[in-house]
């Protein structure tokens, strides 16, 4: 949750702007020259070199191609020579920076490992006038230097004194802060290097965010010219930036080739284009894996993969680039493919060098699919006849039972309820086990998820009648509602585009407002069928579209016409419910949007990670493990109508669903791919429930019958001291995060000495009670107890160890309830595998 609080200043990732990184190229000769090796044949990027005015800068990549079996390209951008002819058109820094220093034409010739290729080349514009861009130059100067970041004096409040907005995200503020704030200190035209601007930006002066530019460079040049030139903001007409392209786009680099120099060109509504590497901000999803410096080039740490954000002013574009370390004595195993998910797991695999586990253990694969299925244990009998049963295809036989049994949906519903939120907080005690019935039986009759979104988004009428309708009363106003809706059906955290457009994502503040206004008309009044609760608060509500209501944009005071999200505005036809509009588009089969972030919410479920995870972040920034998984799920899903028992019957039945949860020495270190199933905590419900079903004594809740199981509440105001210690969310956030799922003290205190445990087994009449009772031999009542809590039988060595136990006991039945504790204190019982 505290993640949340700050995402909108730290955007999730590491940022490369603040403004040194480690990532250079490499300076031992013996290392330069295996990267370099043997090169068939060098192509630069772009093709042709077009200089234009005195700070036209151009940024080249090099790359080299090899003739080895994958035909290799490598990035020596930083290990070429380059030169230039004539020799004064340009100037040249090292790795592969050019500068523009006379006009004319010529060629810039570039070698590398024996092999050498021109580039034609040309300077113009030097002779005419070209005074710095505020709003091009100077902003984007302090993007890179993170002056204007959250942190730093982008902050609301601003910084010691000096306010700027969020990454430039409005320059004519900007422009006043520093010119004619504290009566212009900060700039000083007849002598720049007397600006407060530079010096502290340079570290002339204790500044407490420490050097941000550097010494010489093109952000100092620009913000020291345009001091000079006498701190002239743009003309209103003054081209935007249209797009940006990032070369070489997405590649795939292989050991030695831990590098990869970036080069940036912004292209402008008049038609113009100009190189801005430099005036770029570059930032890694994982700075573990790869970090990026301020002039664009990136070094790997390790393999692996990493997207690499590049924004200009508020022009973003992101680039995968995966890094890949061969083990020449690398055999990757027989894995038969069940489906197209271990079609697209294998391929990740084989491409990172990754071996996958083996398949599990019956046992272990008939306790993961019921709680993953059903929240519960598998019961005694049903490990037994599971283990029985000799046909080739038990395990699908199996999936197909749960699907169908009750259990499987009281627990999806419950799992569906947490993100919706529903809660007696908000609905009063008959709205939520209302809510709660009616999507119970949606997912029991297995109706399509498209269908149960557009029911929710379209409800109207009373709560007390159409159960759906209860949506609005939990979210009410617009904001809250298109937040929601973007974060539940789209995956996407819209928040931080509230205030300003989205620093990491190409969400605007336009498209927050404007999504929003699908939500402008829906209204709510109190139902006077339904009685008064305690403050005279209605019991329950009505909900309608009314045929007023308008979202505005508060910065620019424009009333917003709907717009989807990434899909420009919407046709709404004069009395039509614009939710109508919005639920159709949403749940188009053309409209990938809602699949991918459906398929990716159930893998989840199932296999304990996201493909994308966080499982609700889906952005640019923010990397799928495995693209073409994620889309074929999606295809998949809305080709069978969104049907989510046919989504889990397909993961479940993959092979890569019922990989062992042992890691091999090949793929321990992995937590990503795939390669061997997650092990992950219970959620509260399924431990408590565990607990309940091993020892055979009920939990008793208050308000409901006693048998009650934790995943058949309708929310989580019980007041059950057990499933608060162990996670149970308050249901306040649109998001899975907001269930605690890290083990801490309080949970150890609770399954040591609580309470919930040491009664249950206590307890006269309890499964150990009933096995002593009934004069079970110890070895049955330890396999019971085993099958119960494990499900498996105890191996030898288990057995040894509780029968020694029970030799040296006074009292037996104090030995087996040791015995019981000891198994309900395991890892192997406290974990799905």
Known sequence: MKLLRIACVLGGIAVAGAPFSRAGWPVDEAKRAQLLGTPSS???????????????????????????????????????????????????????????????????????????????????????????????????????????????????????????????????????????????????????????????????????????????????????????????????????????????????????????????????????????????????????????????????????????????????????????????????????????????????????????????????????????????????????????????????????????????????????????????????TKGVHSFQQWLRERIAANVGLDQVVRDILTASGPAANNPAASYYRIARDPQSLAETTAQLFFGVRMQCAKCHNHPFERWTQDDYYGFAAFFARVKTKADPSQPSVGNNAPAGEIVFADRGGEVTQPRTGKVMTPRYMGAGDAKVQPGQDRREVLAAWMTSPENLFFARSMVNRIWFHVMGRGVVEPVDDFRESNPSANDPLLDALAHDFVKSGFDLKHLVRTICRSRTYQLSANPLEGNKDDSRYFSHAVSKLLTAEQMLDAICQSTEVAEKYPGLPMGTRATQLPDGEVNNQFLKTFGQPARELACECERESDSNLAQALQLINGPTINDKLKAPNNRLGRLIAAKKSDKEILADLYLSTLSRLPTAEDEKIALTHLAKAKESRKAWEDIHWALMNTKEFLFRH
């Open 42 to 428: 060098l192509r630069v990027e772009p093709a042709a070199l077009e200089l234009k005015g005195p700070r036209g800068f151009r940024q080249i990549v090099v790359n080299a191609t090899y003739s080895d079996q994958a035909s290799t390209v490598r990035d020596v951008t930083g290990l070429a020579t380059l030169e230039c002819q004539p020799s004064d058109l340009v100037s040249i820094e090292e790795g592969g920076f050019l500068t523009p220093r006379s006009m004319g034409k010529g060629k810039l010739i570039v070698r590398a490992g024996g092999k050498a290729t021109e580039v034609p080349l040309e300077v113009t514009g030097l002779d005419k006038a070209n005074p710095v861009s505020f709003r091009h130059e100077v902003i984007a100067a302090l993007n890179v230097g993170g002056c204007n970041m959250g942190a730093c004096h982008g902050t609301p409040s601003g910084k010691n004194g000096f306010k700027l907005s969020l990454r430039g995200f409005d320059p004519a503020m900007d422009h006043q802060q520093l010119t004619r704030d504290v009566l212009g200190r900060r700039s000083v035209s007849h002598d720049p290097n007397m600006s407060l601007l530079l010096l502290k930006g340079l570290a002339r002066v204790p500044h407490e965010g420490g050097q941000r530019f550097p010494n010489a460079g093109v952000t100092t040049q620009a913000v020291e010219q345009w001091l000079a030139e006498g701190m002239v903001d743009d003309r209103p007409d003054v081209a935007a930036v249209k797009k940006i392209e990032v070369l070489p786009g997405n590649r795939t680099l292989r050991n030695p080739a831990k590098w990869q120099q970036l080069s940036v060109q912004a292209e402008f509504t008049d038609g113009s284009k100009r190189d801005v590497t430099r005036l770029s901000v570059f930032s890694s999803s994982d700075a573990s894996i790869a970090e990026v410096n301020p002039q664009g080039l990136v070094e790997f740490r390790q393999a692996g993969e990493v997207a690499i954000l590049v924004r200009y002013l508020e022009e973003m574009v992101s680039i995968r680039l995966t890094y890949l370390e061969p083990k020449p004595q690398f055999v990757f195993p027989s894995f038969p493919e069940n489906n197209y998910i271990d079609t697209h797991v294998s391929s990740k695999l084989r491409l990172m060098d990754i071996p996958p586990s083996g398949l599990c253990t019956d046992s272990d694969f008939a306790r993961r699919v019921y709680l993953d299925l059903c929240g519960t244990l598998p019961t005694v009998e049903d490990v037994k006849a599971f283990q029985a049963d000799q046909a080739p295809d038990k395990r699908a036989k199996l999936i197909d039972s749960l699907l169908e049994r009750p259990e499987y949906a009281d627990f999806w519903t419950l799992k569906f309820s947490d993100v919706l939120r529903s809660s007696r907080k908000t609905l009063q």
